[in-house]
């Protein structure tokens, strides 16, 4: 698996963005520049909606089909899967793959929903290949946008140190 991020925040992202802080607080006066790194921190770890406005496209090849099937379920972002379908592609009956054939994908979102991904899929009890691939994508979103970096992690970490989920990996407590 390769995993290339392909479109970060831009500067007109990161403008619109502290704009939107902006008008939340009840300024509707176009601010100056960028945000500063510290309001882009706080703002992330806080979860507030102006982080939606914030992009991230991945290119993610050679991903099995049933790991990006786990990506696809995020309702959030927008997963482009290459397609098995024979009348789409003449490498293989896709109707007899296998649900580890190697497909491309490219996974749009947001910032929100980056982390809320990283939350579910980091998890000890998400399968190996889908931690695999979506710490991949945790790391390239850290190295564009560092102030997100913090809050790419498990829910249990995110959450104080306790486990929500149904069962726990071991990495926490269960709360």
């Not at 970060?8 to 704009?19: A, D, G, I, V």
């Not at 993610?60 to 024979?86: K, Y």
Request: overall charge negative; some cysteine.
């Amino acid at each position: 698996m390769k995993v290339t991020l392909i479109y970060e925040p831009e500067e007109r992202e990161l403008k619109l963005f502290k704009r939107c802080v902006w008008v939340t607080m009840g300024n509707p006066e176009e601010p100056l520049g960028p945000p500063s790194s510290d309001l882009l921190h706080r703002v992330l770890h806080a979860r507030h909606s102006p982080i939606r406005v914030l992009n991230f496209a991945f290119l993610i090849e050679d991903i099995p089909s049933n790991t990006a099937t786990h990506l696809a379920r995020h309702v959030h972002a927008v997963p482009f899967i290459s397609s098995l379908r024979n009348d789409r592609q003449d490498r293989m009956d896709g109707d007899a793959a296998r649900r580890d054939t190697p497909v491309d994908m490219i996974f749009y979102c947001n910032a929100e929903e980056l982390m809320t991904v990283a939350n579910k899929r980091l998890c000890g009890l998400a399968a190996a290949r889908t931690r695999e691939v979506v710490q991949m994508m945790c790391d390239a979103a850290a190295e564009a946008l560092p102030e997100i970096a913090s809050e790419l992690v498990p829910a249990c970490l995110h959450q104080g140190g306790v486990c929500h989920e149904l069962e726990s990996c071991g990495r926490c407590a269960k709360g």
